[in-house]
């Protein structure tokens, strides 16, 4: 298996604009969580999808910030309008159920968002 | 979730033995304890997890006490690979599910 795969892997756009991130988790993995990094603010959990429904998304900053998981095998993270503070690493992590504690989380290589 | 306690960084020479402390004072009975470490420019990467008893895998062992009030990942030969952040997370049952909350870890440098 190749692993969680995220698109673009660095991606460089001006203040105002739409940004779609992209993640393709490990195939029959029901969770999907979205993380932001920074140096400031560490690694934080954006929103959480179990079979496709999002159930926790306090973790999203503003109205901004949308997620989508249309199917199984992809999701889409966009951010519209894009500000400067937006500029991170936004890492995708795969599981194989988020409703079994015993079970692990696989990470993506992320995305490096530069927003200027 | 349980609130964990590392250390900042710790420094580790190469071959020798790594142990890495977590403080887990709050810790209820049915949460695990999880080991995900994270190298330079790429995602976390799981090492290990723990309930009661000790565990080992081909990465680590991981050490409970036996109040399960903290443990200790232990890379038994660490090599110049093994230094990243390292973070230990107690993972919950709550509404939102079972997401991962990182902290801030621990700086593990390896010198040769």
């Known amino acids: 298996d190749a692993g969680v795969i995220q698109s673009p892997r660095h991606e460089v756009t001006e203040m105002g604009q739409e940004v779609t991130l992209r993640c393709k988790p490990i195939?029959?993995?029901?969770?999907l969580f979205w993380y932001r990094q920074t140096m400031m603010r560490g690694l934080e959990l954006l929103i959480y999808?179990?079979?496709?429904?999002?159930?926790?998304d306090s973790g999203m900053p503003e109205d901004r910030f949308s997620a989508k998981m249309p199917n199984a095998s992809f999701s889409t993270l966009k951010i519209q309008p894009s500000e400067p503070r937006d500029s991170a690493v936004y890492f995708c992590?795969?599981?194989?159920?988020?409703?079994?504690?015993?079970?692990?989380?696989?990470f993506g290589q992320g995305t490096r968002l530069t927003v200027v | 979730d349980a609130k964990t306690t590392q250390p900042t960084s710790m420094d580790c020479a190469e071959g020798r033995a790594a142990n890495l402390p977590c403080n887990h004072s709050t810790i209820s009975g049915n949460e695990y304890v999880y080991w995900y470490r994270q190298i330079h420019s790429q995602g976390p990467q799981y090492i290990i997890h723990?309930?009661?008893n000790n565990e080992t895998n081909e990465m680590a062992s991981l050490i409970i006490t036996e109040d399960r009030k903290s443990s200790t990942l232990i890379l038994p030969h660490a090599t110049l690979r093994d230094t990243a952040v390292y973070y230990c997370?107690?993972?919950?049952?709550?509404?939102?599910?079972?997401?991962?909350?990182f902290g801030k870890g621990t700086s593990l440098l390896v010198t040769p």
């Open positions: 997370i107690v993972r919950v049952r709550s509404n939102s599910g079972y997401a991962l909350n």
């Open positions: 992590a795969s599981s194989p159920s988020g409703q079994v504690m015993n079970t692990e989380a696989f």
């Open positions: 723990g309930l009661k």
């Open positions: 999808f179990n079979n496709n429904v999002p159930i926790d």
């Open positions: 195939s029959g993995h029901n969770s």
